[in-house]
Structures are given as C-alpha cells and as structure tokens.
C-alpha cells in the first residue's frame, strides 16, 4: 500500500519556465510534508516543508502547496534552471509520539531542465 | 556547521556475512533515522533512534539492528547479507524526531 504516490516518473521543462511536481497521498493523518532533490549516489537535501495548518509555503524559487482535501501537495520551481536537474521526492510524516523520525517517500519524480 | 556524515561510503561484501555501518548526526540533532533506497521499493524507513533508545521500527526483518551511543552518532548493523540487501543506506538527523530530517551521503552496499 503505497500511501504517498508521485504519479509522474519524469518531467522536462524548459530554462526560465515554471515546473510542477505533484504528489498525492492516501493517509488522512500526515500532517507534515516535505520535498527532497537528490542527485545519484547522494542523499536527499532537503528543499521546502509545509504543515497541514497551511497551504502555501514559499522559499525563494520554490513554493509548495497543500491542498489537506484533495490529498495533494505540488512543488512550483519558478524560474527552473539546468542545476534543478535531479530527482524530487515527496514525504509525508505523521507528527506524534508512535511516529517519530519516520518518513513515507514517493517513488520520485525525474525533473529535467533544458537550457 | 557540519552536515550529516556516514562511513563507509562503499562497501561490497558477500552473502552470509555482516556489516556495520556509521552515521554522525549533525551537531546538536538527537534522532537519527536509518532508510534503505533501492530502485524497485524506493526510500524505506528502517528505523529511528533517540537519546540511546529505540523509538520506532519499520518492516524488515531483524537481520537489521541498530544502536546510539550518548553522543547521538548511530551505528546499524545487517546480519546475515543477502543480495538483496544490496542498496544505497542512508541517515538522518533532526533535534527530536518530529522535525524536519537531514540526509547524509549514504553507504553503498553490494552484497555478491
């Protein structure tokens, strides 16, 4: 049962333009959410979070949005550049004592930008 | 300040044996959190530990052990390899577990 999906394996966008990963999830009780890049043979760096109190939460290009109803969380990259090039993953957390320290990954999404 | 470190970065080992694999948390963060990446499960939690304990646990079998010493650094040990234990480990650090983690480099592993 895979409760966080990114349904898009691979995206391409061009140099300057906006880009637009999408996750969904299915487990009501996640209440933190965070995005990840992550380059082959290296660990994730974390790019942005967001709360389930919020629904928009900006750090510079990047911007993330929640939407609790739909169960779904987009990642907005404006203006994209070539060193955005990676692999992004979605992860969800459910914020209490039997939970601690656990994320639920998506399968991640191929994010290409073309100069 | 210093990110996450693990070592080794690589290692190949073969069926049956055991491997022990290090993480230091960056300085001041309590929980460290372990996660096998493989191309067909993708990032698996393992398991998180805090102040020296076991806090939560994933779904794998317990050929995957871990343990944290008082300074935080986290050391998790495979027994018994299989092939397909052969995966990228990683680990991760936050003050508390709650918050938001911060991957290392992770260790290689193939398992012939």
């Known amino acids: 049962d895979q409760q966080v999906k990114q349904n898009s394996p691979s995206l391409s966008v061009q140099e300057g333009r906006i880009s637009i990963l999408n996750c969904d999830y299915t487990?009501?009780?996640?209440?933190?959410f965070l995005w990840y890049k992550k380059y082959p043979a290296e660990g994730p760096t974390f790019l942005i979070s967001?709360?389930?109190?919020?629904d928009k939460n900006e750090d510079g290009r990047f911007t993330v949005f929640l939407n609790k109803s739909a169960k779904h969380l987009s990642l907005h990259i404006v203006p994209s550049q070539p060193g955005d090039s990676a692999v992004y993953f979605c992860?969800?957390?459910?914020?209490?004592?039997?939970?601690?320290?656990?994320?639920?990954f998506g399968q991640g999404t191929t994010l290409q930008v073309k100069p | 300040k210093a990110g996450v470190t693990q070592t080794p970065r690589y290692l190949i080992k073969t069926r049956g044996q055991q491997v022990t694999l290090s993480c230091s948390p960056i300085s001041g963060h309590r929980s460290v959190s372990w996660y096998q990446q493989t191309p067909g499960q993708g990032l698996q939690f393992l398991f998180e530990y805090f102040s020296e304990t076991q806090r939560n646990k994933g779904n794998f079998p317990g050929r995957f052990s871990g343990r944290q010493f008082s300074n935080s650094r986290s050391e998790m040990n495979v027994s018994t390899l299989e092939l397909g234990d052969s995966a990228l480990y990683l680990c991760?650090?936050?003050?508390?577990?709650?918050?938001?983690?911060?991957f290392g480099p992770g260790t290689r592993l193939l398992v012939l």
């Open positions: 967001i709360s389930s109190i919020k």
């Open positions: 991760a650090s936050s003050w508390g577990g709650q918050e938001t983690q911060y």
């Open positions: 992860a969800a957390s459910v914020v209490g004592s039997s939970n601690t320290g656990k994320l639920i």
């Open positions: 487990n009501s009780m996640f209440d933190y």
